[in-house]
């Protein structure tokens, strides 16, 4: 018996197209369960002005960790905002991760820091500490700045862990825009629960083009740049129907370095962040629920639904680039690292559903996808192709791309509705039918090449040039 | 007439107050938040001043300071929602007049203005 | 596929040559059912914008109608009661929304304002009869209907039958239970904890942070004995209890919370410690210094936190040689509290520290 090409074709033809439905089938499910998700946060949350009544009460003290690499453009105002934060009791912790730039010697002057005699110990081994500096003056008496030998930002959040004096953490990103009661409801999944909660995270949204003032989102603005504006809707799939969909099944794998909070003993229990990967984030939390699984310790892992914490996203095509570089690098080595789970009843539903929905769909999809377009070039060159088939089939898959954005786009008009301007709606539209065609394709080779980076071993973070975001986006 | 700088972010109670010490005879002005009152107190002179705690961009502790320096002779009613000791004893050592506590009584509020500027 | 399949599509495939393939016939059809959901989506979102947009206005205006009138009813002496707010009722009282929006209006004057106008704020929202909307929406079987009733209920101080709220403390919906619990604490007039006899489940501290709002803001009986519940069978109750003790100087309770220093559950053992600290109960130093070593890291940071509060260094010492090797973040408290009880050697305690370090390490 022999397999012509044609039967490979055949064959392989068949393959794309139950990947492609199943993946329609996995985007279904999380939007009906996302749905379900926003409706009964909807409804659970117009009661008694909590916040007021949180501001007054002993909620347990949180130690906010900022990492910072060569930010002094920006840090005093960054760090003077995150000092003005509405929540009981909290101390700042900046890890200045050994900058080129002068960002300490800014803080000190600024905030009137001494050296301090600090007590501290390794419970995370980390690069060394030079020095511990605290305000003399007693206005910035919850301020702690470590300066540190340079090692990545894995390893500052770690120094921080080990240096903090609260038993919950909370991780930030220096220059993202938190809303005014962001911290009281992050807190809020600790406090409202049965099970011993690990960590919670929040929603970010694009800052990019928002007026924003002493560290506040005054208005919500749609960016002017298409790449930003895509990101959007990206963001919008991300938290509103992938994070709502997977927090409602308890399969949250990722809560977003650039806000959330963590349980500092388990945090540490599980061996901190993990300086090896580009993607610690992801990679700590995967490890903190492996661990109290495999511990068999009821837990839970909060989610809040509230746009939480304002970001600037890439304007840049480069830097979008790196950036998804380094994102797929950080979920293949999260993954990698935690193949055992893959597929393991064990874990429950980390086991059977989020890790292989990560494997499959997060991971996998811009492979098959890139093999699918060889694929597709290798029939051309054989002269095999069917145009109908081909051409039909390209429109099943952008109508679905469109149809997924859309349907991402009427959750935020049902749920949140942060663009309140008539314009920024119709745009967005647009937007999403440009998506698949103009800036799919990019992200997907940036992603290819994440995994080609990978592969031969680079290690770069990518940095990120920011344009001063407090700066620019002033009316 | 006397001018009462009210400092609060709550519309609501903005409201209620502001019609309550208009009714007692008192010209009203808002600050919906710190920074503005901050700006009120450079352009204006005011008899008495009424700030919640809890304000945006400029907290209540750094406003009150600042008066307590410059414009020490302009008496400070606190309007908080905070009932922690530790929070009143600092307004009070700050050198505030008097600390009411959110839910308040407009007309208990009343008579100590009264008090306050007579 | 072929149940989507099976519906008839011929009209749409009629526009295309008749012997397409199957595969190329259900691409067509896949098309065409995802655009007509994305139109459809697009049409849904644009007619929510100008729903959401039209509900808004009303309610605003509706807000703004009642900021009015109840500033005038409040403070206004000339403002004649009687024949304005019958006209209130009569015009602007009707539809559901507006409704619902006077409630929430009321109760959020209500939330900011105490004594006399907190009074005829209650008596406002029975003359205008908000008080059998909520009882109709109490009977709703939508738990977010039964938890807002309860809340607007108990706010606004409005008696219903107890025993159709009792089940309602167990109720699988967490604000329905909450909004219960708070509702028999704002109207008992003794006893407001009784309730915590019947929960099913544990409290969270997010309850327990509500109940200790609506004891002290808005029970106005006589305190309860909390050392009445330093026994349940539910260990988040004997925990709140315990604070309950403290918060509110039960010193007389002192000798009910020292037997729990040996109960079983961790938290328990380091809330007593915390509540005899606030009690300022120097005694207890002794015990928690014996102690000491069979306990848990978490109980050992909270007794060295209980002598930093009452102890001397004296104390502090006693533990030194008691805290393992490994056991370094309970060094770094030790070191740190030294540090405060001997503030001028601040110093040499640091360098004591580090040497300590450099010795394990």
Redesign the interface.
Known sequence: MSITFDDIADIASWLFLVYGILICLGYLFSAIFSIFEIRDYKRSNNYKDEIALLQASELPPVSILAPAYNEGLNIVENVRSLLTINYPSFEIVIINDGSKDDSLERLIEEYDLEKQDYLFHYFIKTQTIRGVYKSKNTAFKNLLVIDKENGGKADALNTGINVCTHDIICCIDVDCILEYDAMLKLIKPFLNNRKKVIASGGVIRVANNCVIEDGRILEVRLPDKFVARVQVIEYFRAFLMGRMAWSRVDGLLLISGAFGMFDKQIAIEAGGYNHNTVGEDMELLVRMRRMMREKKIPYKVGFVPDPLCWTEVPQSWEILKRQRNRWTRGTAETLLLHKKMIFNPKYGVLGMLSTPFWLFFEWMAPLIEFSGSLFFICLLWFGLISWEFFLTFLFVVYSFAVLFSITALFFEEYSFQQYKKPKYIFTLIGTAFLEPIVYHPFVMWSAVRGNWDLIIGKKSWGEMTRTGLSKSAKK | MKKILVIEDNPMVIKSLQFKLTKDGYDVIIAPDGREALKLLKDATYDLILTDLNLPFVTGNELIAYVKENLPAIPIIVLSTSTQENIIMDAFNMGVEDFITKPFSPNELSLRVKRLLS | ?AVIYSIDFDWLLGFFPDD??F??EA??V??FI??V??VF??G???L??IF?NFRNKKKEEQRLLL?DIL??Y???EEFDKERELQKFKDEHLNKPLEIKIAIKEIL???????????TQLRELFLQWELDEFCKKQLANSA??SK??AL?SLSEMLIKVELENIKPLLNHKQ??VRQ?AQLYFIKLAEDNPLEFLDHID??L????E??I??AL??EYHGPMPDYSNWLHSVQNSVVDFAIRMIAKFNQFENISELLPLLEHSCEQVRRETIRSLCALEHYEVIDTLISQFEEETNLVKKTILDAIEHLGSYNDLMMLKDKIQDNE??L??KY??IA?YFLPEK??SI?IQ?EKE?ALLL
């Open positions: 596929m397409l393939p595969v190329i691409n067509i896949m098309t995802f655009f959901f994305a989506f697009v849904f979102i644009i929510l914008r959401k900021e500033n005038a409040l403070f206004d959020l004057f209500h939330s900011n304002i105490k004594g006399e106008s907190a738990w977010y938890s807002r809340f967490d604000e909004q489940k544990p969270t501290l997010w309850e942070i509500f200790e709002d002290k803001n370094w973040d060094k770094i070191y740190g540090q601040k110093q640091y520290y370090k």
